[in-house]
């Protein structure tokens, strides 16, 4: 007789802890042959408000870690995403083309570009940084440093995609709300559970599933999000709503992009997410 | 004052097996050398640790062969790739970082506590760094292409940090190296051979030829060889200089200093002194970035020597594995011997010799913590690099001075500033011929910041985005 799999309750990831929705609503997930995968939590309103709570509580010690820290937080990361290959390989074939071999590919593309991002903890500051030759008796020097809580409505592609998004928010010290693929949101949990075991404090990411349309435009215009990532929002009118409602306190905006996930991502989705501080300093005797 | 006694606090050497004997690091294998082998000793103690190879200027060839033939393989991988290489060497450095502290602390004499919290974690990090350079070499703006075999000397006083600062950086934008470490510490490098392997770093890439002076001269000659890194005396760098003059060669050179650590009458007084022990006497001032002059400004002197001296009267010097210890022993016979002999000279050119009553060790090379007060900028000990735990002090009235007297060397590594004015400390930063300033800190380093001098104290930075230039053909 073959045994009975225990399955895993898909739940929202908010402040390092995996709570259901407030509301208790949930979504069925299928594959897109129609067959059932599990149900998602229907984060809602009130659950996107508790997770822009927990990113801005996290974002003062996050932003203050050293750069060589962080690094060393992503590159572990990246440690325990390949640790659980299969898992992910597995979990992810049936909600993508091409299969197994496809699933694993992604996952190892996922791996290398945390590495990437790892990596540019502490270099993002000699790039973007410099020191400013101004006409006087004067110090000056540019630094970038991370604008604060970034809302992400990630793209569909749900593993190499949302972490795409992910880490070059993340890297430079700013702190996120995630609003995962509606379709495909079970990776975005299991997601969780790494960056759970990663050193990654409590409340630098939160993941919320559930409906684009319901949750984004509370995000677009929460008072206390610094930023607005709406690469995954498909529907053109709920994009500009957004945008429109992110005006509101000047979030820095990333409009929705078809991106190619596999090319060479650039350093753009760290540097829309910095602002620039520029000290002055007298020299004399 | 109460004077309380310090139980031992040992660091158990369980940790490190040694071999009796070792050979070189060629193309993924310890084979033999041809040369004959040497003993490298305990400084604290003078008892043999094991036998190592020399390589005869063969033996080098050999390596640079290896390396060359690596380098195909490795300058075409994709950066991403070689970065993997490099993180996993970064993490096995952490994982391993309690034995090769013992072992850095048995072979080179320094603190545990030093070798522990200082080296280690710094070598780690500085694989780290380079590590994430490798797939964002067109982010730095020197290009990507590789230089080929890089041939590296190092010296004795950081034997693992130093093979850090200078494998890191080449094997992350692509070249191959051939490494002679110290002869005098060169078990580290042998250590970082089997990371390598546990790395499974492809053979050839990194290649660890021992032995003295002969061997360097071999790498840094050998006409396979497209850059060239030196850290060590200004006196070798001169020759190194004069060897590759008229070749293609790439040259990086990380010399000598006779820093200048300068306190204002202003300073926060503690945590000038503080500094200044720690500018000196932070590895037993082998450092070549040490701040073996003290500049005081006179209003202050008495008030600053006084507070110095109690200080130096704490400092713990002895068993460099036991986690009290702040100054261990002196790396070589041969260095102890011109610490001694820089130090007769000071005194017998008239300056005023002190230390703090402390009891050395029967056998192994010590030298106490010691302090030279009423030095003229004329006097040998203000213009020669001691190299050990030796502080000149010197006066001056004016910032204007100080420059003057700081800048009047002709090495220009590092330089410090003490005062609470900011103004202050960017205006004399701005004056001085230094590489490095530190301002309200000394000696610290770290792999995102340039490291390097002017003048003589040779050219080139390791570290940083800059620390990429010296390995990429530019």
């Known amino acids: 007789m073959s045994r009975l799999s225990v399955r895993k309750t898909y739940k929202l990831y908010i402040g390092g802890a995996f709570p259901r929705s407030e509301s208790g609503r949930s979504y069925p997930v299928t594959s897109p042959k129609g067959e059932f995968l599990a149900n998602a939590s229907q984060a809602s309103r009130k659950d996107a408000r508790d997770a822009v709570v927990a990113a801005r509580k996290a974002f003062p010690g996050w932003s203050g870690a050293t750069p060589y820290n962080r690094g060393q937080i992503l590159y572990r990361v990246a440690e325990m995403l390949e640790g659980r290959r299969a898992q992910f390989a597995e979990e992810s074939a049936p909600v993508r083309q091409g299969g197994k071999r496809a699933a694993l590919e992604a996952v190892d593309a996922t791996v290398d570009r945390l590495v990437w991002y790892a990596g540019w903890s502490d270099k993002i500051a000699a790039v973007r940084g410099a020191a400013n030759p101004v006409a006087g008796p004067y110090f000056n020097l540019s630094s970038p440093e991370p604008t604060g809580v970034v809302a992400i409505v990630a793209p569909a592609d749900p593993l190499l995609g949302l972490v795409s998004v992910v880490a070059p928010v993340i890297v430079t010290g700013n702190t996120c709300v995630v609003v995962a693929s509606e379709p495909s949101p079970l990776a975005s949990i299991t997601l969780a559970e790494v960056l759970a075991t990663s050193d990654l404090p409590g409340g630098v990411v939160n993941v919320l599933t559930g409906r684009q349309a319901e949750l984004a435009p509370w995000l677009a215009s929460h008072m206390d999000v610094n930023g607005l990532d709406l690469t995954g929002v498909a529907d053109a009118d709920l994009a500009l709503r957004c945008e429109q409602a992110a005006a509101e306190n000047l979030k820095r905006v990333l409009r929705p992009a078809q991106e190619d996930w596999t090319a060479d991502p650039g350093i753009g989705r760290m540097t829309r997410f910095l602002e620039t501080k520029t000290v002055w300093h007298p020299v004399g005797i | 004052m109460a004077i309380f006694e310090y139980a031992p606090a040992p660091e158990s050497t369980d940790v490190v097996d040694i071999k009796p004997s070792y050979g070189l690091f060629i193309n993924g294998e310890f084979v033999d050398g041809s040369g004959p082998t040497f003993k490298t000793i305990n400084p604290a103690t003078e008892v043999p640790l094991a036998e190592i190879a020399t390589a005869t200027s063969d033996d080098v060839d050999r390596a640079v062969q290896a390396a060359r033939k690596a380098f195909g393989v490795w300058s075409a991988l994709p950066g991403a790739e070689r970065a993997k290489y490099l993180f996993r060497i970064a993490r096995i450095i952490q994982e391993r970082a309690r034995e090769l502290a013992v072992l850095e602390s048995l072979d080179n004499g320094k603190p545990i506590r030093e070798s522990r919290d200082v080296d280690l974690p710094l070598v780690a990090a500085h694989f780290f760094y380079y590590a994430g ?167 202050i002197q008495d008030e600053l020597l006084d507070s110095l001296k109690r200080r130096l009267g704490t400092l713990r010097v002895g068993d460099p594995l036991d986690k009290n210890t702040d100054v261990g022993a002196i790396n070589s016979a041969d260095q102890l011997a011109k610490i001694r002999e820089l130090s007769e000279i000071g005194e017998s050119e008239g300056a005023l010799r002190w230390s703090p009553a402390c009891e050395l060790p029967e056998r192994g090379f010590w030298f106490p913590p010691t302090i030279f007060t009423g030095v003229a900028q004329s006097h040998t000990i203000a213009r020669d690099e001691i190299f050990g735990p030796v502080l000149s002090v010197l006066t001056f009235r004016t910032p204007a001075e100080a420059v003057e007297k700081a800048n009047n060397t002709p090495y220009g590594l590092s330089a410090g500033i003490w005062t609470e004015k900011g103004s202050r400390i960017l205006w004399m930063a701005d004056k001085l011929r230094a590489g490095v300033v530190w301002a309200n800190t000394f000696n610290k380093f770290d792999p995102a910041s340039p490291f390097g001098g002017y003048k003589e104290s040779g050219y080139g930075r390791e570290g940083g985005l800059l620390g990429l230039e010296a390995y990429l053909d530019v």
């Open chain 2, 133 to 299: 350079w490798a797939d964002k070499l067109e982010y730095a703006g020197f290009g990507t292409k590789a230089l080929g075999v890089a041939g590296q000397v190092i010296p004795w006083n950081f034997p693992l940090l130093m093979l850090a600062w200078k494998i890191a950086p080449a094997l992350a934008c692509g070249n191959t190296v051939v490494l002679k470490p110290a002869e005098t510490t060169p078990l580290t490098a042998l250590w970082f051979a089997d990371i390598c392997r546990q790395a499974d770093l492809p053979p050839g890439v990194v290649n660890i030829v021992t032995g003295a002076g002969d061997t360097g001269a071999a790498v840094v000659a050998h006409p396979d060889v497209n850059k060239v890194a030196f850290t060590g005396s200004t006196e070798v760098g001169r020759i190194i200089a004069r060897t590759v003059a008229g070749t293609d060669k790439k040259l990086t050179l990380e010399l000598g200093g006779k820093a200048a650590n300068i306190v204002f009458e202003d300073a926060a007084i503690d945590q000038a002194v503080e500094g200044i022990v720690n500018g000196i006497f932070f590895n037993q001032g082998h450092v070549c970035c040490a701040g073996s002059r003290l500049l005081v400004q006179e209003s």
